[in-house]
């Protein structure tokens, strides 16, 4: 029996799908205006385990991730590069897609962007105002917090001390400081639509009530991201689509959120200096081992991230993945008994240990922890075969392997090369950061900026590469 930990009811409880046999699942997604940090990657790699696990006990799930593709912070990265914002969104976008794939998360079914569901979000705050939930002045609409007598379920607040702990800026035309806004008048010089209230743009929360309704109705399974989003983002969430359709049962059954990731003990912040891109990380470790280090804390719990405690993960990885290597290299032999038949009693136990710990509330820590168990098994068994010359059963043998490929694949693990790419020297920089460097030392030595044609050649050598110039341009080698 599957329980998971519903931050609604605070509590471990027993999932139910609203379908037999089907989960639908909504993750709040990025706003794709810079490259995602080690903090986002945690959420991906989470709902990404949870997908394959329901996945593997034969759920047909249905996974749908927004992309907040408007946003103020994405206007302020187009106006300082003076570019157009789909120019940052395509970027970041892309930028997002590769960091998944790098990290072994499968695709979502749909991933749908606010600028291309304007017309849904309209209809949805036009509802929301003729359900009396919410009203609009001077060209934005509010929703009215306390026309909702539930606000505050999902993060255990009361309006009443929410007022009292706010620091909200006066705005006399709120009906209660704590009102929302499902839709802003255009400022000047933004991206605007046209609306029944005129020229504007949609608030934040109301997109992931728009396309959850959407794409999978107006009541579905799991909704989740990470715990930052529980006030106000996903409370919002929930005021907007109760008070749009259905009743006050409707909507996500089960909240899930990932906890926070610190690095060295500290908050991640820009200031600290101490924030850590998913490409930067990607340059120094293989996306697998980023993954396993993620997935070997449960996914409540807070994660610390660490130089140590990523070398331990990855040399963890490489212990699970030599198992499975040698364990393959049997597989091919050819059988001489039938014997072993103990080797299924542990493939099934470990299996069973597998599924217990996942379908307690996906304990991914617990569950590898099994799956260190029985690579050991496998190690001593192929050892024995191997080197020593023991009999050797290839059909319980085999079990006890699909057992351990099975878990492999739910974790979403020995699906990516655990070496990092040839083109990363030990200095941990790629080729495409070499060729940036020689094209920006070439543009240097055209403005006569012959201090920083110096320089990057010089920072390049210190890294072990060395330039070599020539009438047909410059080339690098490996010093
Ligand atoms: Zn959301």
Redesign the pocket.
Known sequence: MLKVYNTLTRKKEEFVPQEPGKVGMYV?GVTPYNYPHIGNARPFVTWDVIKRYLKHRGFEVKHIQ?FTDMDDKIIKAANSEKVSWQVITDRYIDGYFKAIDALNVQRADIYPKVTEHIDDIISMVQKIIDNGYAYVVDGDVYFSVEKFPQYGKLSGRKLEDMLAGARVEVDTRKHNPMDFALWKSAKPDEPYWESPWGKGRPGW?I??STMSLKYLGETFDFHG?GSD?IFP??EN?IAQSQCCCGDFHSFAQYWLHNGFITIDNEKMSKSLNNFITVPDILKQYPGEVVRFFILRTHYRSPLDFSEDRIKEAQAGLMRLKNAYDLGSELLGREGTTEKHTNLSDIAQSAMNDFYEAMDDDFNTALAIGYMFTLSKEINVYANNVINKGAEYDAVHFARLMDVYGKMADVIGIFEGSLEMPADASSEGISTAEIEALISERAEAKKNKNWARADEIRDDLKAKGIVLEDSAAGTKWKKA
């Open positions: 709040c927004n929360h997109e992931c991201g989003l983002h996903h969430e």
